[in-house]
């Protein structure tokens, strides 16, 4: 069970982080890039539960959230792109990052990225 202060603190904790995330495009800065992901997509049931062991699934689900997480936070529009492809045909995820209430700029950033590589048409062996 969680208080209320402990709620009320872990909140405050929160938008502080979101505050300092914010503030790094003061500096200038259009967009920052990153990894979608630390490590190439997860395979099918690499995050299902191991007996005797029920935080294993979600302790390897939550390493994957490492780039994305911060934004999720902060509220600040980010894209992921399949911009590059695994030796198996996996697409590679590349995410952008841009200012708070900049989704106009990710959206035509995006397109154009799109229509200098064109991935829609691209589909691993396996896909659902």
Do not use: C, K
């Given at each position: ?40 997509p997860p395979t099918l049931g690499q995050f299902a539960p ?79």
């Amino acid at each position: 069970a969680v208080t209320g202060l402990q709620y009320v603190r872990a909140a405050e904790h929160l938008h502080g982080f979101a505050r300092r995330v914010v503030q790094w495009w003061e500096d200038g800065f259009d967009l920052l890039l990153t990894p979608t992901l630390p490590e190439p997509p997860p395979t099918l049931g690499q995050f299902a539960p191991t007996p005797g062991d029920p935080q294993h699934g979600f302790l390897r689900g939550a390493a994957f959230v490492t780039f994305t997480l911060p934004f999720n936070v902060s509220g600040q529009p980010a894209i992921s792109l399949p911009l590059h492809w695994s030796a198996d045909g996996l697409p590679i995820g590349t995410q952008l990052v841009a200012p708070y209430a900049r989704e106009d700029m990710l959206l035509r950033v995006g397109a154009q990225l799109e229509e200098a590589q064109p991935w829609s048409g691209r589909r691993p062996r396996v896909h659902a």
